[in-house]
């Protein structure tokens, strides 16, 4: 059973379109992150979100955390071919463990 | 600036075959992990330690081990290798980011077990 679960599971669109990725839980965490994987590499850190309604933006990317912080999206606004990755979301309930969710697999066609 | 570093990169074992999965990391962090991904699914918890000296389990440590005798390393044991392990492992360590810890990921071992 995940914890996190995120979708679409996958999204193939178009260079320049918007698209928005969730990841949903019942349980509440003390804080929530993103990554985005390459194959063959390791997840890297896009942003950590610790406050219920928190919104951070990171150039075309929108993260928000929910207001009950069970849940978290993240915006892709006129989206790019180096944004093609997998997005995973890991939420934290102590502040030392994450789990993760199965992950978005996002390929943006030039 | 290496951060976290894994070796070996590849590795194929027969069944009942040992190894070890060796993790570095040079930025001093407290907090390091291992996590196996599976195709398709996201990072599963296998252990974690909180320095040195202190280990626990996570979500999945059936047929692992681990130690950390030293901040910098972090190596996770297989005893008996089971084509159920077969998967890609990923060490990291963790840093305090704005309230939360963030993790620096290595870029990982593929293991696969026949």
């Known amino acids: 059973t995940q914890l996190l679960e995120q979708s679409p599971q996958f999204l193939s669109i178009q260079e320049g379109e918007n698209l928005t990725v969730y990841c949903n839980s019942s349980s509440v965490f003390s804080s929530l992150q993103w990554y985005r994987q390459e194959p063959g590499e390791g997840p890297v850190l896009l942003v950590t979100?610790?406050?219920?309604?928190e919104v951070k933006k990171l150039k075309r990317l929108t993260f928000q955390f929910g207001d009950a912080r069970k849940d978290s999206s993240l915006h892709i606004t006129a989206a790019q071919p180096g944004d093609t990755g997998l997005y995973l979301c890991a939420g934290a309930n102590n502040f030392n463990k994450f789990y993760f969710g199965s992950g978005t697999k996002l390929n943006v066609k030039p | 600036n290496a951060g976290v570093t894994q070796t070996p990169k590849f590795r194929i074992l027969k069944i009942g075959q040992s190894m070890t999965l060796q993790c570095a990391q040079d930025?001093?962090?407290?907090?390091m992990y291992w996590y196996r991904q599976d195709p398709g699914m996201g990072l599963k918890l296998i252990y974690y330690?909180?320095?040195?000296?202190?280990?626990d389990k996570g979500e999945v440590p059936n047929g692992y081990n681990v130690s950390r005798s030293t901040t910098e390393d972090f190596p996770l044991r297989l005893e008996l290798a089971a084509p159920s392990q077969t998967s890609v492992y990923f060490c990291?360590?963790?840093?305090?980011?704005?309230?939360?810890?963030?993790?620096?990921f290595g870029s990982g071992t593929r293991l696969t077990v026949v």
């Open positions: 930025m001093n962090h407290n907090y």
């Open positions: 330690s909180v320095g040195a000296g202190i280990t």
């Open positions: 979100v610790v406050t219920g309604g």
């Open positions: 990291a360590s963790s840093f305090r980011v704005h309230g939360g810890y963030g993790y620096t």
